[in-house]
T-cell receptor, first 117, second 113 residues
Framework: DAGVIQSPRHEVTEMGQEVTLRCKPISGHDYLFWYRQTMMRGLELLIYFNNNVPIDDSGMPEDRFSAKMPNASFSTLKIQPSEPRDSAVYFC???????????????FGPGTRLTVT | KNQVEQSPQSLIILEGKNCTLQCNYTVSPFSNLRWYKQDTGRGPVSLTIMTFSENTKSNGRYTATLDADTKQSSLHITASQLSDSASYICVVTFYSSASKIIFGSGTRLSIRP
């Protein structure tokens, strides 16, 4: 398996533009997680899905952020409109099991480095 | 307030030496604790996962310990190698009305030849 795949790896956009980040989880994994990492705040869980259904989106910073998982092999994180403070590395991770199901291994993608100017 | 604090923030040691990284948490009720290694420009990779009933877990030269009473964990690296240069992140999962995940800010480890 190729692991978790994210695209693009780097994204530079101007403030106010819409940004869409993409993730393909490991085949067979039922859980998908979106994280954001900054120097100031470290890693933060934004949202996670189980079987394509959003379970906990309490980490989504504001309404400008939205995430979807239309099928088991694809998820998007969209920021509209983008702001300079959204600049960060966004990671996607997947796992066979998830929170509340005991021990589970998460596999992270390489991340998307977003820069909003 | 549920928090995870790591120390030191950064550490420089010579190749071949041992080191210990610390993680203190105030999370309750505790579910499990993980240590991740994150190389520059890469996603985190899991090193160890421990539940409250486990005191120690090893993964090669990495050994994690957990004291659920004092809410402390440590990651010990033996005979360090240049490839150990990375950030090490402590992550605690706890269960409130739902499972929550809290990340420490990480320790940046640099190994010098």
């Amino acid at each position: 398996d190729a692991g978790v795949i994210q695209s693009p790896r780097h994204e530079v956009t101007e403030m106010g533009q819409e940004v869409t980040l993409r993730c393909k989880p490991i085949s067979g994994h039922d859980y998908l997680f979106w994280y954001r990492q900054t120097m100031m705040r470290g890693l933060e869980l934004l949202i996670y899905f189980n079987n394509n259904v959003p379970i906990d989106d309490s980490g989504m910073p504001e309404d400008r952020f939205s995430a979807k998982m239309p099928n088991a092999s694809f998820s998007t994180l969209k920021i509209q409109p983008s702001e300079p403070r959204d600049s960060a590395v966004y990671f996607c991770a997947s796992s066979l099991r998830g929170p509340g199901q005991g021990i589970y291994e998460q596999y992270f993608g390489p991340g998307t480095r977003l820069t909003v100017t | 307030k549920n928090q995870v604090e790591q120390s030191p923030q950064s550490l420089i040691i010579l190749e071949g030496k041992n080191c210990t990284l610390q993680c203190n948490y105030t999370v309750s009720p505790f579910s499990n604790l993980r240590w991740y290694k994150q190389d520059t420009g890469r996603g985190p990779v899991s090193l160890t996962i421990m539940t409250f009933s486990e005191n120690t877990k090893s993964n090669g030269r990495y050994t994690a310990t957990l004291d659920a009473d004092t809410k402390q964990s440590s990651l010990h690296i033996t005979a360090s190698q240049l490839s150990d240069s990375a950030s090490y992140i402590c992550v605690v999962t706890f269960y409130s009305s739902a499972s929550k995940i809290i990340f420490g800010s990480g320790t940046r480890l640099s190994i010098r030849p």
